[in-house]
């Protein structure tokens, strides 16, 4: 049985690595934010939907095809035997063809009524998942059935918020351990601090969600969903110079069931060293400020200027600061060389339209 993970353009490698590990399967290919990849036990393939942190949908491949117009309705055949009274047709796709996701949903939905089955928009048995890429065609069955990487806990938010699989692949990116001293200077909402502590404690992001997955719906799977959780011996600490992020990220952490995990601190960075003393952390990652309408580069400069200067007192020797950036990367790079922070490796992430780069130094 062929499947699909979709993930963030640029988590492709991250992603892969999650799918071997949990499922010990072969890693078919890896293309513009999938993974494909084999599995014969669908059973395991639902309980790796509700554990992935990477992926924003899992799917059972049943057919690809070659685009040259609209999907064919012809197609459905090859996923009738997959079907059950109630359907729904999900279509994403991206390149320049001459119609659009919802001519397609539209012409599908049209003929499955017609085969005498039950269109249901809201808790559909089965979701139809058809994904367009360029000329490339993909027909599954979507076991997901929501955006896996929106996280339900992402409720106090505010602007540059991370989407939860962006920081499970910056967490990854900086080779964070259970064991290692944490700290997100800027923490905003806490998503980067509470993804922490979900991998620390071996809980799921959609612990309290589970019942809306596709999987659960289908009459044919029965799984049971349990955490395996594990004890938390490390440290993540959520910084902010804000009163109001620091209040946001301890409020979305209670809502992922982690704020027991997480040290809440507000704190300004003129003070990092005061805080944690000398060679205390492991590691920092963190979407710290950004170059923007607010914040010009001379500005930004200072922050980092500051940032590097507290870091190089505060990080042990094997410590490692994993940053995403938007804007401004020049302005860090130029600041970690004054303070001998060597820039070990680098990679261009997508969040939907928008580029990231993630940055990793080491001492």
Known sequence: MSALGITQKGLEDFAASEVKDF??????????????????????????????????????????????????????????????????????????????????????HSELTKMGYKLERKVPETIIYLNIDGEKGVLGIDLSGIDLSRRDYRVFLGTDALKGTI????????????????????????????????????????????????????????????????????????????????????????????????????????????????????????????????IDEKHLDKIFHKFFYHAEFIMKKTGKIALCMKRGSDVVKRNAEKFKFTLENSLEVWQGEEKLEFLLFGK
């Open 167 to 294: 920081a499970a692949g910056l967490l990854t990116f900086a080779g964070v351990e259970k064991k290692h001293a944490l700290c997100d200077p800027f923490c905003r909402h806490g998503v980067i601090p509470i993804e922490a502590a979900l991998i620390a404690t071996n809980v799921s992001p959609q612990k309290f969600v589970k019942e809306k997955l596709a999987f659960t719906r289908l009459p044919s799977l029965k799984v049971e969903l349990k955490d395996k959780e594990t004890e938390f011996s490390g440290t993540i600490i959520a910084m902010d110079e804000s009163f109001k992020h620091v209040s946001a990220a301890r409020k979305n952490a209670k809502i992922a069931g982690v704020v027991k995990s997480i040290e809440f601190s507000r704190t300004d960075l003129k003070w990092l060293d005061a805080k944690f003393g000398k060679n205390f952390l492991d590691r920092i990652v963190c979407l710290p400020t950004q170059q923007g309408r607010t």
């Open 23 to 108: 499922l010990d399967v072969k890693i078919v290919r890896k293309d513009n934010g999938k993974v494909f990849f084999d599995c014969d036990d669908l059973g395991k393939l639902a309980k790796f939907t509700y554990a992935t942190r990477l992926c924003s949908k899992v799917v059972r491949v049943v057919h690809e095809f070659v685009v040259s117009d609209m999907p064919d309705v012809s197609l459905i055949e090859k996923v009738k035997p997959f079907l059950d009274k109630s359907v729904l047709v999900v279509c994403e796709r991206s390149g320049d063809q001459g119609f659009t996701s919802y001519d397609v949903e539209q012409l599908w």
